[in-house]
C-alpha cells in the first residue's frame, strides 16, 4: 500500500492526506483573520474651517487612510469641555457599533482653540477639558489628547504664508491684520468650505505650515499654552502613522 492514497475497501484516506487536509484549513483560515485597521477620531470645537480643512487635507493628502479618519465637529456646542463631551458620546456610540462589527477608535483628538484659555467665560471650561484628557477617559488602551492651536485655527493658516511669532491680543485681531492682508486672503471667513484648497494654491502648502510650526515650538504646560502655538503637527503624526 502506497502513502498518500485511500486504504483500499475502507474509503478511509491516509495519514499524509489528512495533514494536507487539515494544512489547507488553517490557511484558509489565516487568510480570513486579517489584522483590524487602526482608527481615529478627531473632534473639533471650530464646526467649520477646522473640519473643512482637515477632512480636505486627508482627502488629497491621505487618501488612502481617509476612511480610518472620522473628522467632525462637536455636537454640543464649542465650549471646550463640551467638546470633550461629544467626543465621548461618539466614542461611545461606536463602541456600541463594534459590538456589531464595526471598527474600534485607538485614538481620540480634540482640536481647541488656545484662547479659551484666557477668556473669563471659558477659561474653567477649557482647563477641565485639558485636564479630563490628560486621565485614562476612554479606557487604558485608548490614547487622547488635545489639540491647541493658540489663538486659534487662524494661526495655523498664517503658517502656511511663513514663519510668525509675535503674541497676538485674540483671533480676530490675527485674521483682519495679518491673514487677510496674505493673497487670496482677502476675503476670508469661516464658513469657506474651500479653505484647504485655496491655502494650498495661493501659499507654500501644509508641510510647510507644519515645518514653522515645529519651529515655534508648543508649551509643556497644556493649560496655559505659547501665544502662538499650534498642536496640528501632533495630530499629522498621528494620521501618517496609521
Known amino acids: 500500500m502506497s502513502r498518500g492514497k485511500t486504504v483500499p475497501g475502507t474509503g478511509k484516506s491516509s ?6 487536509r487539515k494544512e489547507v484549513r488553517l490557511g484558509r483560515s489565516h487568510r480570513k483573520k486579517r489584522a ?14 477646522a473640519v473643512n480643512y482637515l477632512t480636505d487635507l486627508i482627502r488629497d493628502k491621505f487618501f488612502k487612510k481617509q476612511h480610518q ?12 469641555n463640551n467638546v470633550v463631551n461629544s467626543a465621548v458620546a461618539i466614542f461611545n456610540a461606536e463602541q456600541r457599533s463594534e459590538k456589531k462589527g464595526g471598527t474600534p477608535y485607538e485614538a481620540v483628538y480634540c482640536l481647541f482653540d488656545g484662547d479659551s484659555a484666557i477668556s473669563f467665560s471659558r477659561k474653567e471650561s477649557f482647563q477641565k477639558a485639558i485636564s479630563r484628557l490628560q486621565g485614562n477617559l476612554f479606557g487604558e488602551k485608548i490614547s ?17 504664508f511663513g514663519f510668525f511669532e509675535p503674541p497676538y491680543n ?27 484648497d485655496l491655502l494650498e494654491s495661493c501659499s507654500d502648502g501644509w508641510e510647510k505650515a507644519e515645518e514653522r510650526a515645529l519651529q515655534v515650538g508648543v508649551s509643556s504646560n497644556l493649560i496655559q499654552p505659547k501665544n502662538p502655538s499650534t498642536q496640528l503637527p501632533t495630530l499629522l503624526k498621528a494620521i501618517r502613522a496609521l
Not at 495519514?15 to 494536507?20: D, G
Not at 483590524?36 to 474651517?49: A, F, G, H, N, Y
Open 15 to 20: 495519514a499524509r492526506e489528512h495533514t494536507k
Open 36 to 49: 483590524t485597521p487602526k482608527r481615529i477620531l478627531v473632534v473639533c470645537e471650530d464646526s467649520e474651517s
Open 69 to 80: 479618519i472620522n473628522v467632525v465637529k462637536s455636537h454640543f456646542g464649542t465650549d471646550p
Open 144 to 160: 487622547c489628547s488635545s489639540i491647541v492651536t493658540t489663538p486659534c485655527l487662524e494661526y495655523w493658516f498664517l503658517l502656511h
Open 170 to 196: 485674540d483671533c480676530d485681531g490675527l485674521i483682519d491684520n495679518e491673514l487677510r492682508m496674505k493673497s487670496k486672503m482677502d476675503d476670508y471667513g469661516k464658513g469657506n468650505k474651500q479653505i484647504f
